[in-house]
């Protein structure tokens, strides 16, 4: 009975935490002609309402792609046109073609806040609390305080709640993903995850280590006999669960050729606006985007990302282990952020899921992480005024991880899997305390965050250089994640798993 009180209060003060930011402005409030990703998914509940299938990612006269047209995938869509059936019976001008561009109200934001509010309580939430209980290790009120952190992280309800997306429905399908592979469903964990990527083509981040887990689970069961039709059971799932999605699109070739179109616009370039990736923080000294080809950027970014994503993914290969599918799909999503082609700032979020899955075991690196991940996307949440629940949610995230997990506590140098890095300094450097080293490097990285968060609101860039704060963010955070990618990388490859971590569970 304790369990179940402590369960619905930390579901609450989650609930609460969103609802309560979700009072702030969003993007583009406002903000007239073309508004943000508010208006962006109003508009998109407003073509799949009124146009037919066929012309929804094409651009004709009743729809102006260039004037937030569709360029996420079918399930995207299908989400909005069941939104938009509830809008139309709700006010039919909130979805009513033309006249409803633009549309802002207090009702439509109250609409728009809570359809983000239903799937989060449909999808995203009940999947943190089963991973939590199935696969954290400690007592249930332990299980409990992890699952409370991740809920309150404060990057996801900020964008979602504040800037305004389904962010969770993408990471919630890809999290009963791996919930499916933990508990050795791998057909429901295919599904799951087949649905997800249907409905965020940024779920590629994660398709290598899901790829990789399956195939080498297969290999190890014998690609002969069990293994080889365990192999087709799953490819079959996929398969299955794609055309049923594009079904729709399948009648003329044309339809899924255009969608494909949408979803991966080279056109755009390398990156966009002061994402903390590399070519972001390379393009201060070096002008890439002026000096290389569109060709080259795009060998450059894919060269980088295969050979970064390569070791991790061998490794996983090899040894098939949840504890190995975790670390893998840190170390590819953080790869493709930092090196991959046309990545947005808010694509960190696909990076904090699979950290918020490592919460229990190393609980101070990722709050560590978790709080530079939401740093990294300050310049777009001061442009929406969410100067506030930013501070906010930073700071309770801050104490809550601290608090309820230890994590300054939980530091030593076993705990924090330092084993490489202590083998490096032992025959030099044989009394250094890594362990205090880390924790002194946490605290000056909070401090250096906290100063430029304080810079960036109250100090007025020269006129010469009017982006100076957002780069200087940027850089900050490419270099906290380019030690992360490293540190990642050697608990996976150098790190043997430990026993209570490969608990089977039945």
């Not at 919630?172 to 791996?178: D, F, H, V, Y």
Request: overall charge positive; proline content about 5%; some cysteine.
């Amino acid at each position: 009975m304790e369990n179940w009180s402590l369960i619905s209060l930390c579901v609450l003060l989650g609930l609460t935490a969103r609802w309560a930011v979700s009072f702030h402005s969003y993007s583009g409030a406002g903000k007239p002609p073309m508004f943000g990703d508010y208006e962006a998914q109003r508009h998109w509940q407003e073509v799949t309402y009124n146009l037919p299938v066929h012309e929804w990612y094409f651009n004709t006269t009743n729809n102006d792609l260039n004037y937030w047209g569709l360029d996420y995938p079918p399930l995207t869509a299908y989400h909005s046109l069941v939104c938009a059936y509830v809008a139309k019976l709700l006010n039919p001008e909130w979805v009513e073609l033309y006249a409803s561009r633009g549309y802002e109200s207090h009702s439509h934001k109250l609409f728009m806040r809570a359809t983000v509010l239903f799937t989060d309580i449909l999808i995203y939430i009940p999947a943190v609390l089963l991973y939590c209980f199935y696969f954290c290790d400690g007592s249930s009120k332990q299980k409990v305080a992890t699952a409370f952190c991740i809920l309150l992280y404060p990057g996801l309800i900020l964008i979602d709640y504040g800037h305004f997306q389904y962010n969770s429905v993408s990471l919630g399908l890809a999290l009963w993903g791996i919930l499916g592979l933990g508990l050795g469903w791998d057909l429901f964990g295919s599904l799951a995850f087949t649905l997800a990527l249907n409905y965020k083509q940024m779920e590629l981040y994660h398709s290598l280590p899901f790829f990789c887990y399956l195939l080498g689970k297969c290999i190890k069961q014998g690609l002969t006999w069990r293994g080889f039709f365990h192999l087709v059971k799953i490819s079959m799932t996929v398969l299955v669960t794609f055309a049923l999605c594009w079904m729709p699109f399948l009648s003329d070739p044309k339809q899924p050729l255009q969608v494909l179109h949408r979803l991966f616009p080279v056109g755009r370039g390398l990156f966009e606006d002061k994402v903390a990736n590399t070519w972001c923080s390379l393009n201060v000294l070096i002008k890439i985007k002026t000096l290389l080809s569109r060709e080259t950027q795009l060998f450059l970014s894919f060269a980088l990302t295969l050979l970064f994503v390569l070791p991790s993914s061998l490794k996983l290969l090899s040894k098939p282990t949840l504890w190995q599918f975790k670390l893998a799909l840190v170390n590819t999503s953080l790869a493709f952020f930092l090196f991959s082609f046309q990545v947005h700032e808010k694509s960190i979020l696909l990076v904090a899921l699979p950290v918020c899955l490592v919460f229990n075991e190393i609980p101070l690196i990722a709050t560590w992480f978790l709080l530079t991940s939401t740093f990294s996307m300050l310049p777009l949440l001061l442009k929406d005024g969410l100067l506030l629940p930013y501070v906010v949610t930073s700071l309770a995230f801050l104490f809550l991880s601290l608090y309820l997990l230890s994590a300054l506590e939980r530091s030593t140098e076993e705990e924090l899997r330092l084993g490489l890095y202590r083998k490096l300094t032992q025959r030099w450097l044989p009394k250094l305390n890594l362990s205090r080293i880390i924790k002194w490097k946490f605290w000056f990285s909070l401090a250096a965050m906290a100063a430029l968060s304080f810079t960036s609101v109250w100090l007025k860039p020269p006129a010469k250089l009017p982006d100076l704060f957002p780069v200087l963010v940027s850089v900050l955070s490419f270099l906290h994640f380019l030690g992360f990618i490293i540190y990642f990388n050697q608990v996976q490859l150098m790190e043997p798993q430990r026993k209570k971590s490969q608990k089977k569970t039945n």
